[in-house]
């Protein structure tokens, strides 16, 4: 990280192309550091010879059983979620104008809990593909509060104003929060302590394939992402300045709200709605490389990765055999943080 | 709410003992019982169970609402449970004994000053299921039926024992909830409780035993590396139909290197009487001890 701030207080003045790959270099050796060292930690010792020894059948290969199905997919599966709910938080704060947006606040994470929590309620079982029941309707309820949200800030047939998607959001949030709190309480315990649970986030995926099913999504949002850094810049400058300076404001936010709200969908749907990543990243990455998002857009999706994977490492080590809900360890981390940027923006 | 099942105790299990737990029972039997009560309420299942268990079944007018055996619950009126007793409800029923979870203090209280008896529950291991038998059967007026349902229980346990006895003690896991069709969020017994204590009079070591607690939320990690020789899957209900039994163990096959998995030692086990910690946890116990010991040598 240090070398990073070096790397990029030196070259300031040289032309983005640089900078950018300075940038991903940086960030980007951090988190393939993190995610290559984090599989060789764990609860359990294992031996990396017998992880990969061939002689063994992967059946009665304990070591590799532990490598390869209970960490690895834990570790893609952080750095997934992680690198998603950063730049989802990027993109949020950049077109909402607003420092404290995170990617929770226009009621995406609302309505994929409340999803989520349905599907653990009502004990449905169905799976299309590689989605299960759980993630599967927490991906439902994010895609439904993303319309609605959307809905309520351009009908009736005027254009999307952030001031009334945020209203709307925030709003629709506490709606959410209200059913959820209903949902709960006309459930039975174990589910209720089960759909608590859900909340507080969870890495362990058990298998490749919750991971099959976030990675398309993930790529298109990301994909859009491409599009957006040199709008974003002009759009955190306002509205009016940007469409002067030639940006087709409504395409750039419509866009910004719809692949930051997949991203999110997509990153809660496999881990549960883990808070604090995409407020902390963005504003530790901003102190660290400045606020050109064609530098903090990249930079944060690689340092969201490596610390979710950082923070999950913790979760399952800490107090093993037990583990600490990996939502828990950022919120941890990430609410003080989050106080200290409020008090010293006051 | 057709899924809303009776796994109520695993509330227990998970839940309540983590709170209330173990502080409170000021049983009946110290509060001036002056004669048996004739209108009784309960809001704990597993106690309802006992109460008509003990022959105190005509006694009660009132069950919470997760009641379900034995069948003679259904005709009763319900009256709410932990979260959401109905108060109106039960002074309506005007009992004369309300059975109450311990962490329900201000309920208690309430009815203290109706001048109505209660009896807090407390959650524990078969000790004190027995124990709170036996505690109901001086309170309730039925001490001799009580006493020969705990003398049953006891005997039935000590079979089990004397069954089990000298055979090898497989290394058992035992889950009582998790994701449908995914190994996600897997719950199991801990060293602490009725289910521990059950696993181990049934013959098997619970591969959790070293955690004091009731419940455990286990990483695929931890449960690869704890290699259990047994798994127990146990339902109150729900996972009726075969199909979805044969879908549900097929999902372990992932973790392979589990002796359990690779040797086809996965169980199902599926009612309530499994973890409701009541009278009927000899027959648990002897479910579990045949789940364990099937195909050993007599």
Not at chain 1, 121 to 140: D, E, M, R, W
Not at chain 2, 27 to 35: E, F, I, K, N, W
Request: net charge positive; hydrophobic share 50%; with cysteine.
């Amino acid at each position: 990280m240090n070398e990073a701030i070096l790397v990029d207080r030196a070259h300031a003045s040289q032309p983005i192309r640089t900078r950018l790959a300075l940038t991903i270099a940086g960030f980007g050796t951090l988190a393939l550091l993190t995610c290559v060292l984090a599989p060789l930690v764990g609860s359990t010792q294992i031996s990396l010879a017998r992880v990969f020894d061939r002689s063994i059948p992967f059946e009665q290969n304990v070591d590799a059983q532990i490598f390869f199905v209970a960490r690895l997919p834990r570790v893609l599966a952080g750095a997934l979620a992680g690198a998603a709910l950063a730049a989802a938080g990027v993109v949020f704060q950049a077109m909402l104008r607003n420092p404290l947006a995170t990617p929770f606040t226009l009621g995406v994470s609302a309505g994929a809990s409340l999803g989520a929590m349905l599907a653990i309620i009502f004990g449905v079982s169905v799976s299309l593909g590689p989605f299960t029941s759980v993630p599967l309707a927490s991906f439902i309820g994010a895609s439904l509060a993303t319309a609605l949200v959307y809905w309520l800030a351009t009908s009736p047939g005027r254009a999307m104003s952030t001031s009334v998607l945020l209203l709307a959001g925030v709003t629709l949030n506490s709606f959410f929060s209200a059913l959820i709190m209903f949902v709960q309480y006309i459930a039975d315990f174990a589910q209720v302590y089960r759909a608590a649970r859900w909340l507080m986030g969870d890495l362990d995926v058990g298998g490749f394939e919750p991971i099959a099913a976030a990675v398309p999504l993930t790529a298109v949002a990301f994909g859009l992402f491409a599009l957006l850094p040199s709008s974003l810049n002009l759009l955190s400058l306002g509205a009016d300045a940007a469409a002067v300076r030639g940006v087709d404001v409504v395409r750039s936010q419509r866009l910004a709200f719809f692949s930051a709200s997949l991203a999110t969908s997509a990153a809660v749907s496999l881990a549960g709605p883990i808070g604090f990543i995409g407020i902390v990243v963005p504003h530790l990455v901003r102190l660290m490389v400045g606020v050109d998002h064609r530098i903090v857009l990249p930079a944060s999706t690689l340092f969201g990765a490596a610390f979710l994977v950082a923070c999950d490492l913790l979760a399952r080590t800490l107090l093993a055999p037990v583990e600490i809900p990996v939502g828990v360890v950022t919120a941890m981390i990430g609410g003080p943080f989050f106080l200290w940027l409020l008090v010293r923006k006051g | 709410m057709a899924a809303r099942t009776k796994r109520l105790i695993v509330l227990a299990a998970v839940l309540v003992a983590c709170g209330a737990g173990s502080t409170l029972q000021q049983s009946a039997a110290q509060q001036p019982a002056s004669q048996s009560p004739r209108r009784i309420v309960s809001l704990v299942p597993a106690l309802t169970e006992m109460l008509f268990a003990i022959g105190a079944g005509p006694q009660v007018v009132g069950v919470s609402s997760y009641d379900e055996f034995p069948a003679d619950v259904k005709k009763l009126p319900k009256v709410g449970a932990l979260l959401d007793p109905d108060t109106e409800r039960i002074l309506a029923l005007r009992p004369d004994f309300v059975i109450l979870y311990g962490s329900q203090s201000e309920l208690q209280a309430q009815f203290a000053r109706a001048g109505i008896r209660t009896f807090v529950y407390r959650h524990g291991g078969i000790t004190t299921v027995l124990e709170t038998i036996r505690d109901l059967g001086a309170a309730t007026g039925h001490q001799a039926e009580a006493a020969a349902r705990v003398r049953d229980v006891q005997g039935r346990l000590d079979a089990v024992r004397a069954r089990v006895k000298g055979r090898p003690r497989p290394r058992v896991l035992l889950v009582f909830e998790r994701q449908p069709k995914t190994l996600r969020e897997v719950y199991v017994s801990g060293g602490r409780g009725f289910l521990h204590e059950m696993l181990e009079i049934a013959g098997g070591q619970n591969v959790f035993a070293d955690v004091d607690r009731e419940s455990v939320q286990p990483s695929s990690e931890t449960l690869i590396s704890r290699a259990p020789d047994v798994i127990l899957e146990v339902r109150a209900a729900g996972l009726l139909e075969e199909r979805e039994v044969a879908q549900e163990q097929g999902v372990w096959s992932s973790l392979s290197s589990i002796p359990a998995v690779r040797n086809k030692r996965v169980h199902f086990m599926v009612g309530d009487y499994l973890v409701v910690p009541g009278p009927r946890l000899a027959q648990a116990t002897e479910a579990f001890a045949a789940a364990i010991h099937q195909g050993a040598r007599k």
